[in-house]
């Protein structure tokens, strides 16, 4: 069972930057899927980007498109999700999520969730 551990998260002002990061403990199954997910209170949570582990390929809400940028270092074992020009509308505590099977944005298969870490963007 893969575990993911969150970090980066904080407060910052609307048109900055944050950079979070995800660590799996075990190895990530050659076929997986790491993303991330945002939630706010009373609302579902909802998907912000995904990364196929082998490959790269990319894949990003229209929200944030343009803005955020996920990467992985298969090293490491660790996903990225670099989150430029911040917005208000961005304020959410934001999920790592693990699917050993590849899918994309399938929320009610994810295997592995992280802890979730708060991101504030002030306006």
């Known amino acids: 069972q893969v575990q993911l551990v969150e970090s980066g998260g904080g407060l910052v002002q609307a048109g900055g930057s944050l950079r979070l990061s995800c660590a799996a403990s075990?190895?990530?199954?050659?076929?997986?899927?790491m993303g991330w997910y945002r939630q706010v209170p009373g609302k579902e949570r909802e998907f912000v980007a995904a990364?196929?582990?082998?490959?790269?390929?990319?894949y990003y809400a229209d929200s944030v498109k343009g803005r955020f940028t996920i990467s992985r270092d298969n090293a490491k074992s660790t996903m990225y999700l670099q989150m430029n020009s911040l917005k208000p509308e961005d304020t959410a505590v934001y999920y790592c999520?693990?699917?050993?099977?590849?899918?994309?944005?399938?929320?009610?298969?994810?295997?592995?969730w992280g802890q979730g870490t708060q991101v504030t963007v002030s306006s």
């Open positions: 990364i196929r582990w082998t490959g790269g390929s990319t």
């Open positions: 075990g190895r990530p199954s050659s076929t997986c899927v």
């Open positions: 999520s693990y699917d050993r099977l590849g899918r994309v944005g399938a929320l009610t298969f994810v295997n592995s």
